[in-house]
């Protein structure tokens, strides 16, 4: 006679507050591209955290990095130099050819010390009332700054007034900018995603952001672009913006910069390096030697197993696959993105497919109603990438054909 299979564990946090529409699921620990929940149910990580988990789950260099920063010092006041705070900060700006860096734990913090750095450029040239550009589809975050830069009136909604000051505008339509600000003495910055994420993958044309940039200049505006998801590496580049060629003014980063542990930085070249004083920003935990760590290991991890050009190399293999699978898909409108950026835009909302798939044994997730993201760690193979779309294209066809 069998022995009785244990009863599997349910997922539930009763006690938490109900901010978040989870799948009931708990994840217990993870090897590279892959996780396992608390009843052993393997699953392969396309979402990779949101763009977190940079060098994949339990890396071999990066696990016994961190656990000798913990043994030395987790935490030290701002009051005090942190020596790693200034080597993280010197490999910034040797990426970006940027000046300098602050320091926060999250990208919503540094999109708020980027829209603080822009309003404190207007009043110092004499603006009493900044005025920012941003993005229709854009999100910069949940604060109430972050939220009123935000172009999602559904995360918006029951949280009015908004804070004023913003202008926005379609994506990658100059004539749409300049008619938006034409005569307006107080704008002082552009503020966009140079690949929004959460509003559905969609790329700022690298044409685009050489116009863009040439009219700040030329209207002496402050040029900020929001790295938080789509930089480290993610598209194949250090930071999305420079297959551009350009340079940004104000570069806020989160996320894949230290692959799980909180960081968040703001990185800034000439024209913004020098805005921010003693006394004008700050943040508690931004810079502590843990996030730091992790921040220099994750670089260094990055550089010596070229994941950059295995970016490229798997987010074309994926893509390419997506796009021979689904083929001929009357209700797909559109793959789209950069490296291990990837969005499938269908015709009609799919957010059915998160469930779907962490039942096949995949996580990944749907923004923008309609387009399945895809933001693995920098880690994942071919083989892994086939794996994807073995499961997420029968899905998606099957989706498709319920609702044609």
């Not at 979402?47 to 940079?54: E, P, S």
């Not at 009136?153 to 000051?165: N, T």
């Not at 100059?174 to 704008?187: H, M, Q, R």
Request: glycine share 12%.
């Amino acid at each position: 006679m069998n022995a009785a299979l244990p009863q599997p564990i349910e997922a539930a946090s009763p006690h938490v507050m109900n901010t978040y529409g989870r799948l009931p699921i708990a994840l217990s620990h993870g090897q590279g591209c892959r996780v396992w929940d608390v009843n052993g149910k393997s699953y392969i990580d396309a979402l990779g955290g949101i763009a977190v988990n940079t060098v994949g789950h339990n890396h071999p260099k990066l696990v016994p990095a961190l656990q000798e920063q913990i043994s030395k010092i987790i935490h030290s006041s701002n009051y005090y130099h942190i020596p790693l705070q200034e080597t993280l900060a010197a490999k910034l700006v040797e990426l970006s050819g940027l000046e300098n860096v602050f320091f926060c734990s999250t990208g919503l913090e540094a999109n708020e010390a980027a829209l603080k750095l822009a309003r404190k450029f207007g009043h110092d040239k004499g603006i009493e009332r900044p005025e920012i550009v941003v993005y229709e589809k854009a999100f910069h975050g949940r604060s109430i700054a972050t939220l009123s830069a935000t172009g999602n009136p559904k995360v918006q909604a029951g949280f009015g007034p908004l804070v004023e000051g913003f202008i926005r505008v379609p994506l990658n339509n100059l004539e749409a900018l300049k008619a938006a600000t034409a005569g307006n003495p107080n704008v002082v910055a552009v503020f966009l995603e140079a690949i929004q994420g959460e509003g559905g993958i969609n790329t700022m044309e690298d044409g685009y952001l050489r116009q863009v940039r040439q009219l700040c200049d030329e209207r002496d505006w402050l040029l900020m672009i929001d790295e938080v998801q789509c930089g480290m590496g993610r598209t194949g580049k250090w930071f999305a913006h420079q297959w551009s060629g350009i340079k940004p003014d104000v570069m806020p980063l989160a996320k894949g910069l230290g692959s799980g542990v909180p960081i968040g930085a703001v990185v800034a070249g000439p024209k913004a390096a020098r805005i921010f004083q003693p006394g004008n920003h700050g943040s508690t935990f931004g810079g502590n030697p843990l996030a730091m760590r992790a921040g220099v290991e994750t670089i260094r991890i990055m550089e010596e197993e070229g994941l950059l050009a295995n970016a490229v190399k798997v987010g074309d293999h994926l893509r390419a696959a997506l796009t021979r699978e689904l083929a001929g898909e009357p209700g797909l409108k559109e793959i789209r993105g950069r490296g291990l950026m990837l969005g499938i835009e269908l015709h009609q909302p799919c957010g059915e497919l998160l469930g779907r798939a962490a039942e096949q044994g995949l996580l990944l997730s749907v923004t923008a109603d309609t387009v399945i993201r895809m933001v693995p760690s920098l880690t994942m193979t071919t083989a892994e990438a086939d794996e994807v779309v073995a499961i997420v294209a029968p899905l998606i066809k099957q989706l498709l054909k319920e609702k044609a």
